[in-house]
């Protein structure tokens, strides 16, 4: 029980950092439909990641909370841990029911969170700090994965132009990567991703209205991908010009449309 417990913290915390895989997105979404146990747990972590976003903006800052509050929740989970044994040893008879173990290792995770806020609440953004948000949640969500492999077919050099474009974005020579993925033609099946990826290098290098344009081009092709991508990044790129209106049309259909990203859209629009 205290394996899946932990393997449910684990999954659940790296969904909220957003380095989970596709798979493992799935397996999410469904878990979220069958265990209510399961979607019980992402909730209340959820809550409490919320109030970590909200108290605050610098990432070096929100990572050295985090680190923080792991070690803070560490300790006392093993201080329950230790009191269970004890607990079993001398009443053999005794069950510690999972359930309240949960209850108190989240009680104990709040109270570590207001611990830690009250010495850093000062440096939280505030609902009118859209350009911060912005860069915020980028940062969060700005993941490069590599497209996939060459097959020896005809689109061979497109998928390279691909793969290489996402490389040089990693190495922040945005300038390159856009230049890459202009090879790219229009009928290609993985169009929407150049797309995306020159509006992320656009953003990037300040060009914020560019980089919305070229999210409305994938946003135009209707049923040919990417289209979850287009919305989160565009919505965060109005967010950065402080068009917050906009910004909001396109968080509430990620929202709506139940994609994967809709929990994270839900902690920005309450923040806007």
Same mark, same amino acid.
């Given at each position: 029980m205290q394996n899946t417990i932990d393997q449910d913290l684990n999954l659940i915390e790296r969904y909220f950092e957003s380095t989970l895989s596709l798979a493992e997105l799935d397996l999410v979404s469904k878990r979220l439909e069958n265990d209510p146990v399961f979607k019980e747990r992402l909730e209340r972590y959820e809550q409490i990641h919320i109030n970590v976003?909200?108290?605050?903006?610098? %990432?070096?800052?929100?990572? @050295?909370?985090?680190?923080? #509050?792991?070690?803070? /929740?560490?300790?006392?989970?093993?201080?329950?841990?230790?009191?269970? +044994? =004890?607990?079993?040893?001398?009443?053999? @008879?005794?069950?510690?029911r999972s359930g309240n173990f949960r209850k108190y290792l989240l009680a104990a995770a709040s109270v570590a969170l207001l611990v830690?806020?009250?010495?850093? #609440?000062?440096? *939280?953004?505030?609902?009118?700090?859209?350009?911060?948000?912005?860069?915020?949640? #980028?940062?969060?969500?700005?993941?490069?994965?590599?497209?996939?492999? $060459?097959?020896g077919g005809e689109a061979d050099q497109f998928l390279g132009l691909l793969n290489e474009a996402g490389t040089a974005y990693q190495e922040q020579n945005?300038?390159?990567?856009?230049?890459? /993925?202009?090879?790219?033609?229009?009928?290609?099946?993985?169009?929407? +991703?150049a797309m995306i990826l020159q509006g992320k290098? /656009?953003? =990037?290098?300040?060009?914020?209205?560019?980089?919305? *344009?070229?999210?409305? %081009? %994938?946003?135009? +092709? +209707?049923?040919? *991908? *990417? $289209?979850?991508?287009?919305?989160?990044?565009?919505?965060l790129a109005y967010l950065k010009l402080d068009e917050g209106k906009q910004a909001e049309e396109n968080?509430?259909?990620?929202?709506?449309?139940?994609?994967?990203?809709? $929990?994270?859209?839900?902690?920005? /629009?309450?923040l806007i």
């Open positions: 976003n909200n108290l605050l903006s610098d %990432v070096s800052e929100k990572e @050295e909370m985090k680190a923080n #509050w792991k070690a803070m /929740l560490q300790q006392e989970k093993r201080k329950q841990e230790e009191k269970a +044994r =004890q607990e079993a040893q001398s009443k053999p @008879e005794a069950k510690v830690l806020a009250f010495g850093i #609440w000062q440096f *939280g953004f505030t609902k009118n700090d859209a350009t911060e948000m912005a860069t915020h949640y #980028w940062n969060q969500t700005d993941k490069i994965k590599p497209h996939g492999e $060459r097959s945005f300038q390159k990567a856009y230049d890459l /993925l202009e090879k790219i033609p229009e009928d290609y099946e993985m169009y929407h +991703r290098s /656009l953003f =990037q290098e300040g060009k914020i209205r560019e980089a919305i *344009g070229k999210f409305d %081009v %994938v946003l135009d +092709r +209707r049923g040919k *991908g *990417g $289209r979850e991508q287009a919305l989160w990044f565009q919505a968080l509430k259909i990620i929202v709506a449309e139940k994609y994967p990203l809709a $929990r994270k859209a839900k902690e920005v /629009l309450e």
